[in-house]
């Protein structure tokens, strides 16, 4: 079964805190994992994907396959990174298979 | 610099309602997809198509069809809106190398 899971729905941190937005997964295969992003009023973007090793606004994330994890970091937190987050794995059919958000918010 | 359209932004529609959500892109991209959005459940994919005339049902296909009579847009119906439909619907498209989604607008659907 193909499955991504974000354990919080809710993250809050205060700026200049580092953050980090927990996402595990469940895939037979190889997998290839997304971060989104859906600031206030805009739509679903892209963020970052695990193929690219990019950083992107200062964040990072790494696959780890022993532990399936794609976690989403970032050491020193904004207030313009305040936003919904989902981690998402590319399954079968070249579908993509979300988690179910977490809703970050960086205190000023 | 909008790539995928989508027609509405919010509706409003009564119980037993045919609804047409329409979307439309414009990077040539095969592959079409229809998600709804809905707190604590992330998104689910209802239906998707990877050519004209092709749909394959996603995780959540119940009380939706779709219709894909030209590459660049891909409609989703409610047969019979029924309050438990009331969700945000993302549209989006992909091609056949980068797998790197584009997202519509969404659309806001409240069935009363």
């Known amino acids: 079964a193909q499955r991504v899971t974000q354990p919080e729905k809710l993250l809050s941190v205060f700026k200049g805190a580092p953050v980090e937005l927990k996402c595990n997964y469940s895939?037979?295969?190889?997998?290839?994992l997304f971060w989104y992003v859906q600031y206030s009023r805009q739509r679903l973007q892209l963020l970052l994907r695990h193929i690219s090793r990019e950083s992107i606004k200062g964040f990072t994330a790494d696959l780890n396959k022993g532990e399936t994890s794609f976690h989403l970091k970032k050491p020193f937190a904004q207030e313009e990174d305040s936003a919904m987050y989902y981690c998402a794995l590319l399954g079968g059919a070249q579908k993509l298979v979300f988690g179910q958000g977490t809703r970050l918010t960086i205190n000023p | 610099d909008v790539k995928v359209t989508q027609s509405s932004r919010y509706l409003v529609k009564r119980t037993g309602e045919k609804v047409f959500l329409e979307c439309v892109q414009d990077?040539?991209?095969?592959?079409m997809f229809w998600y709804r959005q809905d707190p604590g459940l992330g998104l689910r994919l209802i239906y998707f198509?990877?050519?004209?005339?092709?749909?394959e049902k996603g995780d959540i296909p119940e009380g939706y069809s779709v219709s894909r009579e030209k590459k660049e847009r891909f409609s989703l119906i409610l047969e019979s809106a029924s309050t438990n439909q009331t969700s945000m619907y993302l549209c989006?498209?992909?091609?056949?190398?980068?797998?790197?989604?584009?997202f519509g607008s969404g659309t806001r659907l409240t069935v009363v």
């Open positions: 990077m040539d991209h095969e592959n």
């Open positions: 989006a498209s992909s091609d056949m190398t980068s797998y790197g989604y584009t």
């Open positions: 895939y037979s295969g190889s997998p290839e």
């Open positions: 198509s990877y050519d004209v005339k092709m749909k």
